[in-house]
């Protein structure tokens, strides 16, 4: 008898863009600012190509940028978002708020420093990426667990999906801002669970089938 492959496809997407003071110019993870006028019309543009999608679960980081974004891409799922603490973006401490020339001319030193390694250099008071990536991926592991076998779409982070994509695929914490990472870019991974003919054991795989997917060619 042959082995029984079940698939199930993980749409990860990055928030829509948010409304930020100094025209963006700052540092900001945990803090939580809303979706610009803007990301909420951008969220909104992708109802007519998510609409067609039948979702098992629709996930979301807890901060409102990322749910809001989820509420507006895929309204009739609107009320049955999971909120995931866990997927909260990157916590950058002192840093936080602060404008890019602030924190080169305040924290020097670390900067200097957080520049050459992001894995492991974190702001005053806040994370590094690898001890981001020790919080994100249990959360996202968790998810998994919970699945039926059904598709699953998370609104989350840029910091947060790339720690996923460097936990499970070919991807260097460090190599952050060498790959795109779009507000409302989709990230298309397919998990395949292979059932061993006349045994309980099955072997599960993680692909990554598309980097940062524009939602207008799905």
């Known amino acids: 008898m042959a082995a029984d492959i079940l698939s199930l496809y993980i749409l990860l997407m990055r928030h829509a863009k948010p409304e930020l003071p100094f025209g963006g110019k700052i540092y900001y993870g945990s803090t939580d600012y809303p979706l610009s006028e803007s990301g909420c019309a951008c969220a ?23 749910r809001r974004t ?5 309204p009739k799922y609107a009320d049955k978002v999971t909120i995931v603490p866990g997927l909260r973006e990157i916590h950058l401490g002192e840093w936080e708020g602060k404008t890019f020339d602030e924190v080169r001319s305040s924290w020097k ?5 957080r520049g050459a ?7 005053p008071g806040g994370e590094s990426f690898k001890e981001l990536q020790k ?3 249990p959360a996202f592991e968790k998810i998994l667990e919970q699945s039926d076998g059904g598709n699953i779409l998370i609104v989350a982070h840029g910091g947060v999906i790339w720690t996923l994509m460097c936990r499970y695929f070919d991807f260097e914490l460090n190599n952050l801002f060498f790959h795109s990472m779009d507000y409302c870019g989709i990230h ?7 059932k061993k003919a006349n045994s309980e054991e099955s072997e599960k795989l993680l ?8 939602a207008d060619v799905i």
């Open 188 to 194: 298309v991974l397919k998990r395949i669970e292979i």
């Open 70 to 74: 989820a509420e507006l891409a895929l």
């Open 117 to 123: 390694s992001f894995d492991s250099v974190s702001p």
């Open 207 to 214: 692909c990554l089938s598309k980097y940062n997917w524009s």
């Open 135 to 137: 919080r994100t991926v």
């Open 44 to 66: 909104a543009s992708l109802r007519g190509a998510l609409a067609g999608l039948e979702l098992e679960a629709v996930y979301s980081s807890d901060l409102e940028r990322a």
């Open 109 to 113: 030193e670390i900067y200097e420093a």
